[in-house]
């Protein structure tokens, strides 16, 4: 007869203390039990194990006493929780029940047997990685949300009118004929037209419909649209602090609404309740795809297509990030929403006003774009025959603007009662983006917000470049020390960022740059133009940066003709 081992616990399961015989000669296989080597440390360190799980439990204790909290203090806040987190809840509840069954466990390990002290031992290893593994689970940075709005809202019941019911009954086979789309009730006053509205909205509540949302708006004969607007807009869950609606005028509220109802109705013929709601981070998801998708019915027809079977929130976050960045290679939208769209491109009168639309591209997605700002960027690169005359050049300038609005494709923004901005849809810039990429002679390479740095692998691909944006890339503090090849450059943008220097011969096989705007580089405090370098630059653009002079080698460059230094101490 052998010890195999003995100690005291006191750990919060039990106090135990035993000492473990095994008559290893009465045993003539050991293989069937292997108390050596991996087997017998569940044994042997059981103790530990023990003090371990303990712990592990009451890791688990406070972090369910902590989401616990949120969504107590959430609820009484009117939001609903998600179900993830109440189902992390659920389980968290059965694990921490378990503690029971552990006492249980060990209390009873008196037996002299090696077998009992093995099953023992492995199972507080197992129920340790389990708890740890749930407590790593709880860490949500959301756990509810705003409740959302009623499909139908229940009116105050008023006395019914003779006849009503026969009316509703003819009004309600209108609303269920797809083949009519408006319904018009008209009579004297006093006849009972708001009545019958109002029970014609609760009867949705009772009725099998379609609609995602009734909304019943009551219009004064002294019309304020600004409060309808409001009604609907709450109805349909907007956001009144949000950017969309926040500060917009009436027709602005007016586009907003129709956006969202757009959305929701193509997106939804694709991607249907049972896929929106097989996640519960997946609606969102879908909303924030929807809305990249800008209203525009082909694009959220495509990519609605696409997601139609996706039930991983992962697919939809790598959608998101696929649209955002290369958003030709997402399904369809290269080979069907972008040859379509390409038709009003197509279409455009001139070489010129294609090259000045694409070069729109170089902005960042959904920027507001100054017209004056854009048409000197034009001249600067010498876009426009009347380059050389800056009058005529602006006139032409303006005339490119009006058609490419014309065309559809780009929109007027105001700012502060002027009308002389104007943004591109986004998808429309992806569309530019993946024209450019296709036609070599217009090579555009846009580092967006998310790209991380510029490093020498990503200036090599500049060797054929037209036109580089780096704009709104706050991460980027520095680019390549090794100057990039790009002999065809002609417009380099570099905007937003960290960076504090253009490296010395950065500039030194850019022969053909026109354009270099490097403004709003809080940063920057050196530009290093070598001898002979950037001599055919027209335009450039230092303004609020912090250098405070220019390089000597700006003797150089001969042929520049707008040189704006806003903000600087030069």
Known sequence: MESIGGFTSNNGFCKLNYVLMCNCSQIEDLSWLNCTANASSYIRHLEANVDTLSQAKRELDSTFKDVSGRIERA????????????????????????????????????????????????????????VKDQTSKGHFDVVADPRPPPVVEILPKENNIVGIVSRLSEVWRYIEDDGVKIIGLYGVRGVGKSTLLKQLNDMFSDMSHKFGAVIMVKASTELNMGKIQEVIRSRLGIDPEGDKWKNRDEQGSAAEIFRRLSNKKMFRLKVTDDVLNSHPEIRELAETVADMCGGLPLALVTIGSAMASR???????????????????????????????????????????????????????????????????WIGEGLLRDSHNIAAAKREGNLILESLKLACLLEEVEVNNSEDFFKMHDILRDMALWIASSQGASKILVFQETDKSIKVQETASWNEAVR???????????????????????????????????????????HALRVLDSSQNAKLSKLHVGEGELIDLQYLNLSNTNICELPIGIKSCTQLRTLLLDGQRI
């Not at 987190?85 to 503690?99: F, H, M, N, Y």
């Not at 090696?114 to 129920?127: A, D, F, I, L, P």
């Not at 680019?479 to 253009?502: A, D, G, H, Q, W």
Request: hydrophobic residues 35%; contains cysteine; neutral net charge.
């Open 311 to 377: 039930r991983d929130p992962d697919n939809w976050r790598y959608a998101i990030e696929e649209l955002q960045r290369y958003p030709s290679g997402f399904e369809g939208m290269g080979t069907r929403v972008f040859p379509l769209l390409k038709f009003s491109y197509d279409r455009l009168t001139s070489e010129t006003h294609k090259t000045c639309f694409l070069y729109c591209s170089l902005f960042p997605r959904s920027q507001i774009i100054m017209k004056d700002e854009l048409i000197e960027l």
């Open 75 to 130: 609820i009484e806040a009117d939001l609903v929780p998600r179900e993830q987190v109440k189902d992390w809840l659920a389980t968290s509840e059965q694990k921490r029940g378990e503690k029971e069954k552990a006492k249980l466990c060990l209390g009873g390990f008196c037996s002299k047997n090696c077998w009992s002290g093995y099953n023992v031992g492995k199972e507080v290893v197992e129920m340790t990685e389990a």
């Open 468 to 510: 580089v944006s780096l704009w709104r890339s706050p991460s980027i503090d520095s680019l390549s020390p090794t100057p990039p090849c790009c002999p065809r450059l002609l417009t380099l943008l570099v905007r937003y960022t960290m960076i504090k220097e253009f490296e010395n011969k950065f500039f030194q096989s850019m």
